[in-house]
């Protein structure tokens, strides 16, 4: 079977750091993407992770580690308009991306 | 450069009927997904369509299908409307193998 778990649920203050873990177990692996979907809107890319190691891009991080089939999201220095959901994706080729389960993101003042 | 469009935005059929999604890509690419979301299964992949063949297909019923034109639009079809097949349907576009998707708005459809 294909599956990625996330926590449900991580709550923040603004200017805070925080994680959000995947766990991934997908036939057909190629890489991990990164969705932000605000409530009633369409997911946006965030990033992505070919290879085992850091991505950086501006605020936000990824890392992936294929042997623990594990990956993370990183943002720093929350802003509310972080607020939103964020899915993790495999990549099992052909454009088909396999979702996570999803976290929704609550920044608070 | 114009996003991703989809059309209808919202759509209230009967069980039983079928429709049809329209969705049209982001000038110059030539792959399109579709996918459909609802609370309880979260986002799950529906087809891929690359220079108007399919590349890859989910786990639906074959009352779910799709195409692809010659300038890239595709449509999906849901044929026989069942209650459980209310959802959003999102369609996204990629330059061919691309690991950055992009999403349109949506399609609402309410089976009533």
């Known amino acids: 079977g294909q599956s990625l778990e996330q926590p449900s649920e991580v709550t923040a203050v603004e200017g805070a750091i925080v994680q959000i873990n995947c766990t991934y177990q997908?036939?057909?692996?190629?890489?991990l993407s990164w969705y932000q979907q605000h409530d009633g809107g369409a997911p946006t890319f965030l990033s992505y992770?070919?290879?085992?190691g850091l991505e950086e891009t501006g605020r936000f991080s990824s890392f992936l580690s294929r042997s623990d089939s594990y990956g993370y999201l990183l943002l720093q220095e929350l802003q509310m308009k972080d607020s939103a959901s964020y899915f993790c994706?495999?990549?099992?080729?052909?454009?088909?991306?396999?979702f996570g389960t999803g976290t929704r993101l609550l920044v608070s003042p | 450069k114009a996003g991703v469009t989809q059309t209808p935005r919202y759509l209230i059929k009967t069980r039983g009927q079928q429709v049809t999604l329209s969705c049209s890509p982001i000038?110059?690419?030539?792959?399109v997904s579709w996918y459909q979301q609802t609370p309880g299964q979260g986002l799950q992949f529906l087809f891929e369509?690359?220079?108007?063949?399919?590349?890859n297909k989910g786990n639906f019923p074959g009352r779910f299908s799709g195409r692809q034109f010659s300038n890239s639009r595709s449509e999906m079809n849901v044929s026989t409307l069942e209650l459980g097949d209310s959802a959003l349907y999102l369609c996204a576009s990629s330059l061919g193998d691309s690991s950055e998707q992009y999403f349109g708005p949506g399609t609402r459809l309410t089976v009533t």
């Open positions: 997908t036939s057909g692996f190629y890489g």
């Open positions: 000038s110059g690419h030539r792959s």
């Open positions: 369509y690359f220079s108007e063949t399919q590349r």
């Open positions: 994706a495999s990549n099992t080729g052909f454009q088909k991306l396999v």
């Open positions: 992770n070919a290879l085992d």
